[in-house]
């Protein structure tokens, strides 16, 4: 079967293995269309061509680049008459521009047509966002969800479609492992904790300083935070009212490739996310990605976090900043706890979230609609 993706999260080279992955299914022919960059509000995203092999990748025009609802593929419909794919894979929501012009296409070409959506909090969009995305709802084969909660939001708007939760990506567990010398203590001997993520108010490092203010600076410890976003500013200046300043970095925002790196260098990693009106959290990547090099991680009860993390790791109530407090001093009194999380985190990733498990689930979804 032929397979057409298109996709502006698989700019992201460490994701590509999942492609590589479906491309090497016997029974695929997988071609993948990506831009050359994403404008992300939080800093331009380029391509990282890192796993190609086992499927063709096409860089192609984007217009409206950067703007999540209107833009779209202005070589799609060529593409798909070079092409004529049995199934066009939509990796966008359901509402966008893009979605709706492609499953347009879809059906014009008499292809199967399914999305992804993370919409893990019922919304109502204005329209005419509202009307694309009822009709992408009605005449979609297939909906992918990338959480449990999407589940239930499109049963809410009256998706009756069959659909599946399957994550966007799963982890690369050849990249994403345990690092030479990992647990080892810089000369100075502090315990390394972490942060990695865009730097918004939904993901309460606000929370996590706050915490950490309650936890004795003689204990040997320092935070590490990978990011960039709006928040930065006033997190700078929150770590200097607490008096953090000797114990707070700031290491600016990692790419995939360096990822890996940054995570075998810490002792346990902290996902502090709280729940907003408009937003909760709809996975939590790093986790995975962290448990996969053996780092012990702590969630906040937002969103999918506990769904992520199982029994693997520790989860506090999101908000109470005494309780994460806690949970941070257990872990940096007792290392063969870190070491027991360590283990565990690797074991679940390995279980669950493998890239090669969620390709062949896609493949499995795909194998579905062209019976």
């Given at each position: 079967m032929k397979v057409l993706m298109v996709s502006k999260a698989c700019l992201t080279g460490t994701y590509q293995s999942k492609l590589s992955a479906i491309g090497r299914h016997p029974n695929v022919e997988l071609a993948v269309m990506v831009p050359a960059y994403w404008d992300d509000p939080a800093g331009r995203i380029e391509l990282e061509p890192l796993h190609t092999d086992g499927y063709q990748l096409w860089v192609e025009p984007l217009r409206l680049n950067g703007n999540y609802h209107l833009h779209h593929w202005p070589t799609l419909k060529r593409r798909v008459q070079e092409f004529r794919p049995d199934i066009i894979h939509m990796d966008e929501e359901p509402y966008n521009l893009a979605t709706w012009l492609a499953l347009r296409t879809a059906k014009q070409a008499g292809a199967k047509f399914l999305f992804f959506s993370w919409q893990n909090i019922l919304r109502h969009y204005p329209i005419p966002f509202a009307w694309m995305e009822k009709q992408v709802l009605a005449k979609s084969d297939f909906g992918l969800m990338?959480?449990?909660?999407?589940?239930?939001?499109?049963?809410?708007?009256?998706?009756?479609?069959?659909?599946?939760?399957?994550?966007?990506?799963?982890?690369?567990?050849?990249?994403?492992?345990?690092?030479?010398?990992?647990?080892?203590?810089?000369?100075?001997?502090?315990?390394?904790?972490?942060?990695?993520?865009?730097?918004?108010?939904?993901?309460?490092?606000?929370?996590?300083?706050?915490?950490?203010?309650?936890?004795?600076?003689?204990?040997?410890?320092?935070?590490?935070?990978?990011?960039?976003?709006?928040?930065?500013?006033?997190?700078?200046?929150?770590?200097?009212?607490?008096?953090?300043?000797?114990?707070?970095?700031?290491?600016?925002?990692?790419?995939?490739?360096?990822?890996?790196?940054?995570?075998?260098?810490?002792?346990?990693?902290?996902?502090?996310?709280?729940?907003l009106p408009n937003w909760k959290e709809q996975f939590g990547r790093i986790l995975v990605e962290a448990m996969a090099c053996e780092i012990p991680v702590i969630g906040s009860s937002s969103g999918e976090i506990p769904n992520v993390i199982g029994d693997a790791g520790l989860i506090f109530n999101e908000g109470d900043t005494n309780s994460l407090a806690q949970q941070l001093q257990l872990l940096i009194d007792d290392q063969a706890e870190r070491e027991k999380l360590a283990a565990l985190g690797r074991e679940r990733v390995l279980a669950n979230f493998t890239q090669a498990q969620i390709a062949q689930a896609t493949v499995k979804v795909y194998q579905s609609l062209v019976k």
């Open positions: 990338g959480n449990r909660d999407a589940a239930e939001v499109f049963k809410q708007k009256g998706f009756s479609g069959r659909h599946a939760v399957i994550p966007q990506f799963g982890t690369d567990t050849d990249t994403f492992k345990k690092g030479k010398g990992q647990g080892e203590r810089e000369k100075d001997g502090r315990l390394r904790i972490g942060f990695a993520g865009r730097l918004i108010r939904g993901k309460g490092i606000d929370l996590l300083l706050e915490a950490l203010s309650q936890i004795r600076s003689d204990q040997h410890w320092e935070l590490l935070i990978a990011g960039e976003g709006p928040e930065k500013e006033g997190l700078e200046k929150q770590v200097g009212a607490l008096g953090l300043k000797n114990l707070v970095k700031f290491v600016g925002r990692k790419g995939s490739a360096e990822m890996p790196a940054f995570l075998q260098h810490l002792d346990l990693l902290v996902l502090p996310s709280r729940t």
